[in-house]
């Protein structure tokens, strides 16, 4: 069974920078599988942030979010990363991982002065 735990969130400056980690586990061919990162802030839907293929060569972006964040993965580690530049108070929210169906428990990001 897949698992996915999230870190990396916390409160930050506007113009500021975060890099959240996910670490899978649970499952051996993690690394045949796009990795995907979403958002939920509170009272609008999960929003999609970024995708990187298994390879890791192969990325998208949400339009909310091209030019400033950046994924990328170390399938040696089974993890995936999203390295977050330029913060906006409108990037608040909770940043999940998903692969396979599955979500981890998600990391809040606070943009806020």
């Known amino acids: 069974q897949v698992q996915l735990v999230e870190s990396g969130g916390g409160l930050v400056e506007p113009g500021g920078s975060l890099r959240l980690s996910c670490a899978a586990s649970?499952?051996?061919?993690?690394?045949?599988?796009?990795l995907s990162w979403y958002r939920q802030a509170p009272g609008k839907a999960r929003e999609f942030v970024a995708r990187?293929?298994?390879?890791?060569?192969?990325?998208n972006y949400g339009d909310s979010v091209k030019g400033r964040f950046t994924i990328s993965r170390d399938n040696a580690k089974n993890t995936v990363y999203l390295q977050m530049n330029s913060l906006k108070p409108e990037d608040t929210a909770v940043y999940y991982c998903?692969?396979?169906?599955?979500w981890g428990q998600g990391t809040q990001v606070t943009v806020s002065s």
């Open positions: 990187v293929s298994p390879a890791g060569d192969i990325t």
């Open positions: 649970g499952f051996t061919f993690i690394s045949r599988y796009s």
């Open positions: 998903h692969l396979l169906g599955t």
